[in-house]
């Protein structure tokens, strides 16, 4: 469900389809959907039957999407996102959990950084061919939880993506992202509603 309030900013980006850039840094105040947001751009981006659209919610690649098992969508994240997040948003979030040796131990507190093992296993992911001939899309939420050593190994896929690739990296602290991620990124700046 997009919010009234990034409804302008959605169309923006959605009006640039494939010819967005290939690193997207979406940041603004906490609480305002900046992962809803970057959800629905990157559903713009999977469905193949629409372009410069919102998706069809119709086709193979939105139904794969809706369920959070769609092949070519990517999302990085943390324990404490999947845990306390909206599961049908951040059950992609899973996959990159799960390989890296699973979660914390039950009771203990769940982790609140993305580690370099989760940055690897993503750039190996990425380095094969897109499953549908839209693309692959990938989202890093939040962007600024991302450990120095991840964010290092993310860099070189951020400066030379695969063809057909796009990164949404969300944050609600800039500054608190390295440097060289974030020039390697345009920057949309999401307004806080009236």
């Known amino acids: 469900m997009m919010y009234p309030w990034l409804e302008e900013s959605f169309r923006r980006v959605v009006e640039r389809g494939q010819e967005l850039p290939h690193a997207v840094l979406l940041t603004g105040p906490k609480?305002?959907?900046?992962?809803?947001?970057?959800?629905e751009i990157a559903r713009s981006l999977i469905c193949a039957a629409t372009e410069n659209r919102p998706g069809?919610?119709?086709?193979?690649?939105?139904?794969?999407?809706?369920?959070?098992?769609?092949p070519d969508y990517h999302l990085l994240t943390n324990?404490?996102?999947?845990e306390t997040g909206d599961p049908a948003l951040a059950a992609s979030g899973e996959r990159y959990l799960a390989q890296?040796?699973?979660r914390t131990s039950i009771g203990a507190r769940p982790k609140r950084v993305i580690g370099v093992d989760q940055a690897r296993m993503l750039t190996e992911e990425l380095r094969s061919t897109p499953h549908y001939a839209v693309g692959k899309v990938v989202v890093i939420y939040p962007a600024d939880e991302l450990n120095v050593n991840a964010a290092n190994a993310l860099l070189k896929v951020l400066e030379e993506p695969t063809p057909n690739t796009h990164f949404l990296l969300v944050t609600g602290a800039l500054y608190a992202l390295p440097a060289t991620i974030r020039s390697r990124c345009s920057h949309y700046?999401?307004?806080?509603?009236?």
Do not use: M, W
């Open 31 to 39: 609480g305002i959907g900046k992962f809803v947001l970057a959800h």
């Open 56 to 70: 069809c919610n119709k086709c193979q690649g939105c139904h794969l999407f809706d369920v959070g098992n769609h």
């Open 79 to 82: 324990e404490q996102t999947v």
């Open 100 to 102: 890296v040796g699973g």
């Open 189 to 194: 700046r999401l307004p806080l509603p009236t």
